[in-house]
């Protein structure tokens, strides 16, 4: 908060992304919200990107960031209700590899009809998490 013309700032930290939320006053005595993005970029410093809302414009902002965050929350609940109604076997997909290799769809009462499909090894896969990375 030691920087000239800053009245308040708080910060939200993600995985990779840093968000700062800065309140500023200018020379002139406008006060306006400053909100930044920083990201990491693997070592090389960091991708920063602000935007500026001033005071006169900032519930027009509030009310434009409110529609959005409504239209997501509803569309959200909409696709989770559409993916409820959709019988499981829909949703699936299974393939096979036929003995000369090759990748096919499987018919969709193989399964059902008890026939016997030769089934692919499971695929080993090893994560490993970013924050383990950079303490090394």
């Not at 696709?79 to 590899?97: I, N, Q, S, W």
Request: without cysteine; aromatic residues 8%.
């Amino acid at each position: 908060m030691g920087v000239r013309g800053e009245l308040f700032t708080t910060e939200v930290s993600l995985d990779n992304r840093t968000y700062f939320f800065n309140v500023k006053e200018n020379r002139t005595g406008d006060v306006f919200l400053q909100v930044v993005e920083s990201k990491s970029l693997e070592g090389t410093g960091f991708d920063r990107h602000a935007i500026v809302v001033f005071e006169d414009d900032m519930q027009r902002f509030l009310q434009g960031l409110e529609n959005t965050l409504k239209f997501i929350e509803k569309t959200r609940k909409e696709k989770l209700k559409a993916g409820a109604a959709k019988p499981a076997a829909a949703k699936k997909k299974v393939y096979r590899k036929n003995p000369d290799g090759e990748t096919t769809r499987a018919p969709r009462n193989a399964e059902s009809s008890g026939e016997k499909t030769p089934r692919a090894a499971p695929r080993r896969v090893k994560v490993i998490s970013k924050k383990d990375q950079e303490k090394k």
